[in-house]
């Protein structure tokens, strides 16, 4: 059974860098793609980052320039680096395989 389990600061500040981790067990992050996606309180799904399996990263282009992606094959996981947030950017970000599942998701506040 696949797992994904999102980590991260929970509160940051506006302006600064959020830092989120997905730990990956049950399967190999280099045999499958990955994705990054969000989604704001009362709003719809946003897809951010998608991660190949062969270690390419595909931004959504409204959040390039301030996003950075890294994987850590030997501990199967893969990290998301977004820079300058606002408030707007308040919400729960999820890890997920289209196919293999989703995980929790994890709260990001951007707050003083």
């Known amino acids: 059974q696949v797992q994904l389990q999102e980590s991260g600061p929970g509160l940051v500040k506006p302006s600064q860098t959020l830092s989120l981790t997905c730990t990956v067990s049950g399967a190999s992050i280099t045999s499958v793609n990955w994705e990054w996606i969000r989604q704001p309180p009362g709003k719809g799904l946003e897809w951010m980052v998608a991660i190949t399996d062969g270690g390419r990263f595909w931004y959504s282009p409204s959040l390039e320039s301030r996003m950075s992606l890294s994987r850590d094959a030997s501990k199967n996981r893969f990290t998301l680096q977004l820079n300058s947030v606002t408030p707007e950017e308040t919400g729960v970000y999820y890890c997920?395989?289209?196919?293999?599942?989703w995980g929790q998701g994890t709260l990001v506040k951007v707050s003083e």
């Open positions: 997920a395989n289209w196919e293999l599942g």
